[in-house]
């Protein structure tokens, strides 16, 4: 199943810094539900390409989706990145762009929690996207770390300057700049975050940097629930389904493959002996059946139900499926964004998930 994607025009491109462009975009009338999204989430847009036809892409959201501006996506541009240097030489107002609606769960569970915030380079792009809904919508405080390589790479800063001047007993922003202080160490980030370990976490930015934040969030035993960490690799698949053989096709390629990859790596101790039993939370509702075909990936079963899950790019490739699991266990086919920590901490991609219990239980919260 293919999700629908809709042509979105472009209605306006802010130069943020040289090499970071805001693109905002005008919702088809008629798709407003579909594009009501959390702070912290991305969109997936279809760049035009000769060698596939198309680069899906997934850029986090900027705006806030509470404060009627238009919908808007960060994007900056990256040594030999085919994508992000495509958007920044070509969208301008009145283009238009396929676009998938909004995915991920890289978002607070509530505004008025208080936030500790950690951003490198363009991850302040969602994290953006939270700090300007949490002031105008939450009531807790916020505290940001921001590191950049220098004065001129800071996205936002005037932004940030204004809101920190506006909500001084809320929002704390704190700039690092590796040209002035070097590098960040685990042992710096610790002692910056020890006054605020009951905060929910949120870590975006280059590689190295989360590794850092993350470690530094461990140490001081932040509970995984507390501590949330966006990830985004570059999808080999195409979401978008241009012609609906492709997709058909595709469709049946991907039956094929799950079902050898089920025999090759589950061994028969593994394989249930008949139908699962599936309770899966979302969005505050629980949904039950006791129909789970082993060999159908979990995303697709509770599409098969009408049930609206969360994805993007159904390879693997990316965390806007991700699950909790409360009971049970599963098995991914393919995992190209989670590490050891979130295994060992249950949590696991559903659309690359079979059933390996008799009884499943998971949570996209």
């Known amino acids: 199943m293919t999700e629908t994607s809709y042509d979105l025009r472009v209605v306006g491109v802010v130069e943020e810094t040289a090499d970071a462009h805001s693109v905002s975009f005008a919702v088809p009338e008629g798709a407003e539900a579909e594009f009501d999204y959390r702070p912290g989430q991305f969109l997936t847009l279809a760049v035009p390409s000769d060698q596939t036809g198309v680069a899906a892409r997934c850029?986090?959201?900027?705006?806030?989706?509470?404060?009627?501006?238009?919908?808007?996506?960060?994007?900056?541009?990256?040594?030999?990145?085919?994508?992000?240097?495509?958007?920044?030489?070509?969208?301008r107002a009145g283009s238009t762009i396929r676009v998938l609606p909004p995915a991920g769960i890289f978002t607070p569970a509530s505004l008025d929690s208080d936030l500790l915030l950690f951003a490198g380079g363009s991850g302040i792009t969602p994290v953006m996207s939270i700090t300007r809904t949490a002031l105008a919508q939450g009531s807790g405080r916020i505290v940001l770390f921001y590191a950049n390589r220098d004065e001129r790479s800071v996205i936002f800063g005037s932004e940030l300057s204004a809101l920190a001047a506006a909500c001084p007993h809320r929002l704390v922003v704190v700039h690092w700049l590796e040209s002035v202080q070097g590098l960040p160490t685990q042992e710096q980030l610790k002692t910056f975050i020890e006054p605020f370990t009951s905060y929910d976490a949120f870590v975006c930015g280059p590689a190295p940097f989360m590794k850092l934040a993350i470690a530094a969030l461990r140490e001081l035993d932040f509970p995984r629930e507390r501590r949330h960490q966006e990830k985004f690799v570059s999808l080999g698949g195409n979401p978008f389904g241009d012609l609906e053989e492709q997709a058909e096709a595709e469709h049946e390629l991907e039956d094929a493959d799950s079902d050898a990859a089920f025999e090759d790596e589950a061994s028969p101790s593994e394989v249930p002996q008949g139908p699962v039993r599936l309770e899966v939370e979302l969005d505050g509702q629980t949904y039950a059946y006791d129909d789970w075909a082993p060999t159908t990936k979990l995303l697709e079963h509770l599409e098969s139900k009408g049930v609206k899950a969360p994805y993007s790019c159904r390879e693997g490739e990316c965390s806007a499926c991700a699950v909790r699991l409360l009971e049970g266990e599963v098995k991914m086919l393919n995992n190209d964004v989670l590490d050891e920590d979130d295994l060992a901490e249950g949590i696991r991609l559903a659309c690359q998930s079979l059933p390996v219990t008799d009884v499943v239980r998971a949570t996209y919260h």
């Open 59 to 91: 850029y986090s959201l900027s705006s806030s989706p509470h404060d009627g501006g238009p919908l808007t996506v960060t994007v900056k541009r990256t040594v030999d990145g085919y994508a992000s240097n495509w958007i920044c030489d070509n969208l």
